[in-house]
């Protein structure tokens, strides 16, 4: 897994695609998630490109992609339950996979470690 300055995970998966959500630090600074703006399947993102949208009862918060490609699916258990995101971020709570387009930007991610100083 990597991580985003801005608080976004990745997990590659050996197919070439990724799957993509927010940090756990991330959803405990927003709070309770109230609504998600996903992405539409079929989008055409870059790296560092603002996707979706989390409200939650304190503000919303944009989510940007760590990498470039193309949205592949979305999780649509989050149009019925955005809480998935406040129980299990880095899991059942994830947003959107992609399909990459330029691995090589998974280079410049952080790993869990320097995500991990970043945040103490």
Do not use: F
């Not at 050996?14 to 927010?22: F, H, K, L, R, T």
């Not at 609504?35 to 079929?42: A, H, S």
């Not at 989008?43 to 949205?71: F, H, M, N, W």
């Amino acid at each position: 897994m990597k991580y985003t300055p801005s608080h976004e995970w990745i997990e590659t998966k050996p197919q070439d695609y990724a799957i993509v959500g927010i940090t756990d630090y991330a959803q405990k600074e927003l709070g309770d998630i109230v609504y998600i703006e996903l992405p539409k399947v079929g989008r055409l993102v870059k790296a560092g490109e603002q996707i979706c949208v989390l409200e939650s009862t304190k503000a919303a918060a944009d989510v940007y992609s760590p990498v470039s490609g193309t949205v592949t699916e979305v999780n649509d258990q989050l149009k019925d339950n955005s809480s998935l995101v406040n129980s299990d971020a880095e899991g059942s709570g994830w947003l959107y996979k992609i399909d990459l387009s330029a691995p090589n930007e998974l280079d410049s991610l952080l790993d869990q470690d320097a995500y991990q100083a970043r945040i103490s």
